[in-house]
C-alpha cells in the first residue's frame, strides 16, 4: 500500500477494539482514507513531502496553528474561537457570537455533556453529546462516564471550571500512551463525589446515566519510555507499528508521533 495526502485527524470507530482511519486531501479535498489498524505490527513508512497546507484556505504555509491553519485563519476562522479551548466563554445560547454566529449556533447552541473520563487519571471534560465517544477515543481514555447533560455548551463548560479545583482536567499525555493511571478511586466513585460539588444553579444537569464506557485501543504494546517525533525534524519514519492510541502512532522504539498535530502535512505513507 502507498499513498500521498494532507493528513487530518485520524477517524475512529468504536467496538471491540478503536478502528482507525486516517483521511488524506489533495489539500481542500478528499482523497483518500487508509485503513490503519491492518499495520499494527507491521513496519510501516511515513515521508514528509516538504509541504503543508493551511485546512481553511489551501495556502502553503511552513508553520501551523490549531489544527492545521495558518496564523491568518487562526486569528479569523470559527474552528479556532476561544470557547472551543474555554466552554466557560460561549455566550451563543444569549443570541452573542464570539466569532462566527451561523457556526456557532451549529457547534455550541446544541446539546454538550461534561463527562468524567480516566485517561492518565479521572479528569473532567466537555464535548457535544454528537461527538461521543470520539472525543474520549481521541484523548485516550480507557473509560468515561456521563456527569451532567446540558443544552447548550456554556454551561457544560461551567460545570467543568467549577470542578477543576477538585480533578484534574488535563491529561498527562506520557503516562496515557505508557497505558499508566495515577487515580485513587473508581470512575463512578468519581462522579458520585463531583455530582455533590456542582453549583446549585447548575445541578439541574447532572445526569442518571451511570453506564460506563469502555474502550480498549490497538496496542501490541505500550512503551516504558518514550520520547515524541515530528516530521519537521525526523522527516523520514521508518519503523514497526506497535500501537495506536488516542491520535497517536506507537512505535517499536519507544518513540511516538501524535498525527494531530501533523494536520495538514503532505505525507507519503507505505506499508
Known amino acids: 500500500m502507498r499513498a500521498t495526502g494532507n493528513i487530518r485527524k485520524m477517524k475512529s470507530t468504536l467496538g471491540e477494539v478503536v478502528e482507525y482511519t486516517l483521511p488524506l486531501f489533495n489539500i481542500l479535498e478528499p482523497h483518500e482514507e487508509i485503513p490503519l489498524n491492518q499495520f499494527v505490527g507491521k513496519d ?5 513531502e516538504n509541504e503543508i497546507n493551511c485546512v481553511i484556505t489551501g495556502q502553503k504555509i511552513k508553520k501551523t496553528y490549531g489544527d492545521g491553519m495558518s496564523f491568518k485563519a487562526f486569528q479569523s476562522s470559527p474552528l479556532a474561537v476561544e470557547s ?3 466552554p466557560e466563554l460561549s455566550r451563543i445560547h444569549e443570541g452573542i457570537a464570539l466569532r462566527d454566529k451561523e457556526w456557532e449556533e451549529a457547534h455550541h447552541n446544541t446539546p454538550h455533556v461534561t463527562y468524567v473520563s480516566l ?5 473532567v471534560g466537555v464535548t457535544r453529546t ?4 470520539t472525543r474520549w477515543i481521541d484523548q485516550g481514555a480507557v473509560e468515561a462516564v456521563l456527569l451532567a447533560e446540558t443544552p447548550y455548551r456554556q454551561a ?6 467549577s470542578l477543576k479545583k ?3 482536567d488535563k491529561t498527562n ?20 463525589k463531583l455530582t455533590s460539588l456542582i453549583p446549585d444553579d447548575l445541578k439541574q444537569f447532572i445526569s442518571d446515566k451511570n453506564e460506563v464506557t469502555k474502550i480498549n485501543f490497538p496496542v501490541i504494546e505500550y512503551p516504558q ?3 515524541s517525533i515530528k516530521l519537521d525534524k525526523v522527516p523520514v519514519i521508518e519503523k514497526k507499528l506497535m500501537g495506536i492510541k488516542g491520535q497517536y502512532l506507537i512505535f517499536d522504539d519507544n518513540t511516538v508521533m501524535n498525527l494531530r498535530s501533523h494536520t495538514a502535512y503532505k505525507i507519503t505513507i507505505e506499508a
Open 119 to 123: 485517561t492518565s487519571g479521572l479528569k
Open 173 to 192: 499525555w506520557r503516562n496515557m500512551l505508557k497505558n499508566e493511571f495515577t487515580n485513587s478511586m473508581g470512575i463512578l466513585e468519581m462522579k458520585k
Open 225 to 227: 519510555k518514550l520520547t
Open 156 to 161: 457544560a463548560g461551567l460545570i467543568e471550571v
Open 84 to 86: 472551543i479551548i474555554r
Open 130 to 133: 454528537t461527538q461521543i465517544p
Open 44 to 48: 510501516i513508512s511515513l515521508r514528509f
Open 166 to 168: 477538585h480533578v484534574a
